[in-house]
T-cell receptor, first 114, second 113 residues
Framework: DTGVSQDPRHKITKRGQNVTFRCDPISEHNRLYWYRQTLGQGPEFLTYFQNEAQLEKSRLLSDRFSAERPKGSFSTLEIQRTEQGDSAMYLC????????????FGEGSRLTVL | RKEVEQDPGPFNVPEGATVAFNCTYSNSASQSFFWYRQDCRKEPKLLMSVYSSGNEDGRFTAQLNRASQYISLLIRDSKLSDSATYLCVVRGSGGTSYGKLTFGQGTILTVHP
């Protein structure tokens, strides 16, 4: 499968714990995106990378969230000191810079904070 | 005000009906617009881009009104398989924001026999 892959697919954690999600984009894509989606809402932009550079980060994102893409390939999204409000589906997507807006999404990582 | 606003619906229509969805965006400098489709418990996928002159793709027609900052999607001859959530998407206007795609809340469509 050469699509976007995310790991883990499901994560249940207790409030206050740290969690990390990994995303492997389509190999030739140089842009990588993180979104968060809750029930009944559209995907909410968190951040995006072009190669290893983080170009934009949502102002809604607290300092507890951090994302990296160290070698311009896979990316990680870490949430520190999780809160119940962090429970959501975390979606990763990738695209080719020259593309006019087609993002290829992974199946997502579902986080449940107890 | 949200950057991209949609009527969440749900829209319940019979097979064969014509249905239209609307979307408004707040940043008048936005240049690129798209409709995505998301099936239940699946990831979003690009349905079509929206061009200034309007464009069609089979039974789907997208329109853009820059003066009103309004985007629409028309589906003709609805099929059961069209049941999904339709997401309006706007690209950022410039600089590093150009790569940022902002999604609306989504409009739920259910097509029944």
């Amino acid at each position: 499968d050469t699509g976007v892959s995310q790991d883990p697919r499901h994560k249940i954690t207790k409030r206050g714990q740290n969690v990390t999600f990994r995303c492997d984009p389509i190999s030739e894509h140089n842009r990588l995106y993180w979104y968060r989606q809750t029930l009944g809402q559209g995907p909410e932009f968190l951040t995006y990378f072009q190669n290893e550079a983080q170009l934009e980060k949502s102002r809604l994102l607290s300092d507890r969230f951090s994302a990296e893409r160290p070698k311009g390939s896979f990316s990680t999204l870490e949430i520190q000191r999780t809160e119940q409000g962090d429970s959501a589906m975390y979606l990763c997507a990738s695209s080719w810079q020259a593309n006019t807006g087609e993002l290829f999404f992974g199946e997502g990582s579902r986080l449940t904070v107890l | 005000r949200k950057e991209v606003e949609q009527d969440p619906g749900p829209f319940n229509v019979p097979e064969g009906a014509t249905v239209a969805f609307n979307c408004t965006y707040s940043n008048s400098a936005s240049q690129s617009f798209f409709w995505y489709r998301q099936d239940c418990r699946k990831e979003p996928k690009l349905l079509m881009s929206v061009y200034s002159s309007g464009n069609e793709d089979g039974r789907f027609t997208a329109q853009l009104n820059r003066a009103s900052q309004y985007i629409s999607l028309l589906i003709r001859d609805s099929k059961l398989s069209d049941s999904a959530t339709y997401l309006c998407v706007v690209r950022g206007s410039g600089g590093t924001s150009y790569g940022k795609l902002t999604f609306g809340q989504g409009t739920i469509l259910t097509v029944h026999p």
